[in-house]
């Protein structure tokens, strides 16, 4: 930890707002820079966004100016590939002519354009570090944001809230639902077979710190997928949704013309989300593996592993297991 210090700063100030003193401590003997700080929102005023995640980029890039010996891991991710539905995605590719499901996205993408103009102006080595969707199977540490499987498991459980009146009338529907055998089906628009990327965050860490070691001492700029090599199918983590709520099942079909009215609540709450429920893509992952060394690889994201994040995520939110209801 001698290696490491601490200063505060903000993306969204000029200089980074840092006074002259914490400037000066932050670039004695700085040899990496690792910007992984961003604003996300899927939906909403992009004008914040494009202050944190690019100008805020660029204040960083400054910084670096001041520190020639210094190199740069910029955490962007996966998803500048943008509307990108299906085929294989290259480390290397950034382009914009597919267009972005989200504002964030194009922010990402813009601020890996500075990135990779910087580095090739400079000659400067800048590595690219784009994950997947990071998942746990265990509870985060407190005062930490969730991870973003919360936001599923939340509208939902919001949705049944407001359906029963409080969380326990409604686990207790659940429950009941359950065990008399019926299901309640909500079905959302989407491609049936379609995939989303996810992979462990403490796996992506230990892969990230060891490809920007690994590079340390090159020159220019390397994009890295710091993805799983096997994608998930929306249909595993439906089917694991079942461990937290039993008597429920999501389905994705093409389309929806008649919409019942949870159907219709729980399309509006989670939108955002469903606009990547038409992905089959896959990304290639050569140049990471290049730089890991001998790390294994990581373990299957399945319907057990999923099963024990949203399980986890019942117990922080103080939704008991339905399937542990008493019977009455």
Sequence with gaps: MDRVRCVSGDLDEPALGLSPRDRA?????????????????????????????????????????????????H??????????????????????????????????????????????????TATVLRPSLLVADRSTPAGLPGQPLDVLSRTIDDMLRAKAGTARVADRLLARTHRSGHVLRLRLTGDPDATINMLQVDYAARAMVRAVHARAGSSGLRTLHVTHPVDTGLKVAFAALASRYPGLRLTLEPSVPDPNRYEAAIQQHIAPLLRFATHRRTYDRANLLSLVGDLPGPEPIDQDYLTRTFAYEAVRERLPSLAAQPAG
Excluded: C
Aim: hydrophobic share 40%.
């Design 25 to 73: 401590t932050a670039l004695d003997g700085l040899t990496t820079v690792w910007h992984g700080a961003a604003r996300l929102a899927l939906e909403g005023d992009p004008a914040p966004l494009h202050v944190t995640n690019v100008l805020g980029v660029r204040r960083v890039l400054g910084l670096l100016d001041e520190a020639p010996g210094a190199q740069l891991a």
């Design 75 to 124: 955490i962007s991710t996966a998803f500048v590939a943008g509307r990108r539905d299906h085929g294989r995605i290259a480390e290397e590719d950034l382009r914009e002519a597919d267009g972005f499901m989200t504002y964030y996205e194009e922010s990402k993408y813009t601020a890996e354009r500075l990135v990779r103009a910087w580095a090739g102006a400079t000659g400067r």
